[in-house]
């Protein structure tokens, strides 16, 4: 989702990660299937906005989970986009999915059909967009809160322990994404850089370069420790042969 290809290499557009839907107002439960609606939206909007193309193709800014397909407009069409799954799960009503759509409402041109969108009926061959809707704004999520505080509300401070920090209620939860979905639409671009201070070295896991006196001050220990491990595996060996011929004697005299 954030990658096009080049001549010869992956050359990376934009990047939207779910950590970054905390400057929007979402700030627990970035896993969900709501959050991946958000991320998706924040990179259509991000690449529109890259491209010029942010005015032009707005999408489907109040979502409806209604099927939604993007159309060229003026001289320039929309971005085409060809979603990768990679190693990602993509059984009905999977994350992945929720990205699609989101990036599809944000208004890029992405060849799909709603057979893996939630609310979508396999028996029946029916679509239905206001089920699909309720999923992206959460209402399974509010719904088991509910429950859950209602029924169990031990379990409900321990499952929904970040939501409870943040003072998110049950009720809460719909205002929650629709809020971000606006704040993203009205500022989609990537937060900027931290600046790296004077004499900033990055972590290195490399093992530092040794001297020639330093690796002939470490032979003697490497070839212990060769000669041992060498010594370890004979009497394993031995071990392992002695007791097989133990049981083999066993079998014969049984």
Not at 164 to 175: L, Q, R, S, V
Not at 205 to 228: F, G, I, V
Request: glycine share 10%.
């Amino acid at each position: 989702i954030n990658a096009e290809y080049g001549k010869q290499w992956y050359q990376r557009r934009v990047r939207a990660r779910s950590t970054e839907l905390a400057r929007y107002g979402i700030k627990t439960g970035l896993t969900n299937y709501p959050a991946s609606y958000a991320v998706g939206l924040l990179l259509a909007r991000r690449l529109n906005q890259k491209y010029g193309l942010d005015e032009t193709y707005t999408g489907v800014e109040a979502v409806d989970g209604e099927e939604y397909y993007v159309e060229k407009e003026g001289e320039r069409g929309a971005f085409y986009c060809v979603l990768d799954t990679g190693l990602s799960k993509t059984s009905s009503g999977a994350r992945i999915f929720g990205v699609l759509k989101g990036a599809v409402d944000g208004g890029l041109d992405i060849p799909h059909s709603s057979k893996r969108f939630p609310g979508y009926n396999g028996e029946s061959g029916e679509y239905d967009a206001a089920a699909h809707r309720a999923r992206i704004l959460g209402s399974h999520i509010s719904t088991y809160m509910q429950t859950l505080l209602d029924e169990d509300e031990d379990a409900y401070k321990r499952q929904f322990a970040t939501y409870k920090k943040e003072g998110i209620m049950p009720d809460m939860i719909e205002d929650m994404y629709t809020k971000g979905h606006a704040a993203i639409r009205a500022d989609p671009s990537p937060s900027a850089k931290k600046e790296k201070t004077e004499g900033y070295k990055p972590k290195s896991y490399k093992r530092a370069r040794m001297s020639l006196q330093q690796r002939k001050e470490e032979l003697p220990n490497r070839r212990l420790l060769s000669s041992l491990s060498t010594n370890f595996i004979v009497y394993i060996g031995f071990l392992f042969l002695t007791l097989s011929e133990k049981k083999k004697k066993k079998k014969k005299y049984s």
